[in-house]
């Protein structure tokens, strides 16, 4: 009976063979369980598909590596394949960059079949955990495991989470994407506006905390545009009294 291999290229030795090189080989396949366990290698993506091929009994093959990194320069919609047999995960960042790569996304899945696969969308280069199932014949699936975490360029929806002193860049977005308000920072800033809610029958407030001893509010309306409260309009651009009007 002869040596079989894993999906991964590990040799499988049937009982009675290969006598005086089970040392030899048994080192071959701690190798290649090494990289499996832990191993980093990094393959330029210049064509597609670019194929992640097995190599049976020898210690090497990207596809039996932990970490993968793709690199290279792509001109087009690129695909990147394992074998139908391959079962495993991967942590896999994609560096695909220079010239036009910006406008093409990277395709990881299995050589053939219609299951699932993993794609990193124009100018991602983010590093995504995917595990390949080989859990049919013909059609597996490839996922993605950090869909379901808060990464870099991720549009999780945090639910109950708590956000301690977050640092916002220059807005704030609404459901549909549109800005809500537009955040200007100034350098070594010390004033600030605090804003509390209440307890029943008691008003929520916005005050001006800080360093300084006197500190104002300004309320700014564009063009010909008023400051209205409950609907009413206050005051008009440039007249001092609406702040007068509004904080007493």
Not at 20 to 47: D, F, H, K, P, R
Not at 206 to 212: A, I, L, N, Y
Not at 226 to 235: D, M, R, V, Y
Request: overall charge negative.
């Amino acid at each position: 009976m002869a040596s079989t291999y894993t999906g991964l290229g590990v040799q499988l030795m049937a009982t009675g063979e290969k006598a005086g090189t089970w040392g030899t080989l048994t080192n071959t396949n701690w190798n290649i369980m090494e990289q499996i366990a832990g191993g980093y290698i990094e393959v330029a993506v210049t064509s597609t598909p670019t194929t992640l091929s097995v190599s049976d009994g020898s210690a090497g093959a990207a596809l039996a590596h932990r970490c993968i990194t793709f690199t290279g320069e792509i001109s087009e919609n690129t695909v990147v394949t394992i074998p139908l047999d391959v079962q495993t995960f991967y942590i896999i960042k994609n560096s695909v960059s220079g010239g036009s790569s910006a406008s093409y996304t990277v395709q990881f899945k299995y050589v053939s079949g219609a299951g699932s696969s993993v794609t990193w969308a124009a100018g991602d280069t983010g590093t995504k955990i995917i595990y390949a199932t080989a859990d049919d014949a013909t059609n597996p699936n490839i996922v993605d495991a950090t869909s379901a975490f808060v990464t870099a360029t991720s549009t999780t929806t945090l639910t109950n989470k708590t956000l301690t002193s977050p640092k916002i860049g220059t807005s704030i977005l609404d459901t549909g994407g549109n800005e809500l308000f537009l955040l200007t920072a100034t350098g070594s800033a010390v004033n600030q506006l605090t804003y509390a809610n209440a307890a029943a029958d008691t008003d929520p407030s916005f005050t001006c905390t800080g360093d300084s001893t006197d500190i104002g509010i300004n309320f700014v309306p564009k063009g010909d545009g008023t400051i209205q409260a409950g609907g009413a309009t206050l005051a008009t651009t440039g007249k001092a009294i609406a702040m007068a009007m509004i904080f007493g």
